[in-house]
């Protein structure tokens, strides 16, 4: 969709790609860890990322004045995770990359490398098996360490439900682990465990 913006030229625009490198900067890893969590796919959160500042950019091309672009942004990035069930990221994002030149990309996080060992295969084949909901509730609070109060704030839902989410995700996850042991006994390697309540 759309053709390719042109970068900016003018003093105001010169501010206002100061303002997105600015913005991208301080927000892009929250963005990425959004998308990831739900989908557990590091490339499909870089462009899930990618998209939201671009839509970002369009909407300052447009005139239009975001108070609070950190939490436009969450929105927008909780947004497109959503629309990849429906594929309608795919047919209906942004095309234009070029406002993201020159635009310096975070350095991958210990969670970005630590996709990539033995360990993490196995807790991905398991987490992809529960619904999207379990999956990134779960990896926000355990991959990315964050307490019930941001998890909150990122999933635009009252603390008390958090909890309540995570316990039932936790529950799921415990049964699917010990079905998977059943069923593959004997195993090499440590176990998986789901963690525990005290966890919270």
Known sequence: ???????????????????????????????????YARWMDS??????????????????????????PRAWLLRVARNLAEDMAKSAFRRHGTQSMEVLNGVVAPQP?????????????????????????????????????????RIAEYLNIAVAAVHMRLTRARQRLAALVKQKE?????????PLAAPQESEL
């Open 43 to 68: 490339h499909l959160a870089l462009d899930i990322m990618q998209e939201t500042f671009l839509r970002l950019w369009r909407q300052w091309e447009a005139g239009e004045t975001i108070e609070n």
């Open 182 to 190: 059943q069923c593959r006994r004997p195993q090499t390697g440590t």
């Open 1 to 35: 969709m759309g053709g390719h913006h042109s970068l900016p030229d003018s003093p105001r625009d010169s501010a206002r790609r100061r303002e997105f490198e600015r913005l991208y900067a301080a927000y892009s890893r929250e963005i990425w860890a959004i998308a």
């Open 109 to 149: 996080s210990p969670v970005e490398r630590f996709e990539h060992t033995e360990q993490f295969a196995r807790l991905r084949s398991l987490l992809q098996e529960l619904a999207p909901a379990d999956r990134e509730i779960l990896t926000l609070r355990y991959a990315w360490d964050y307490d019930t109060h």
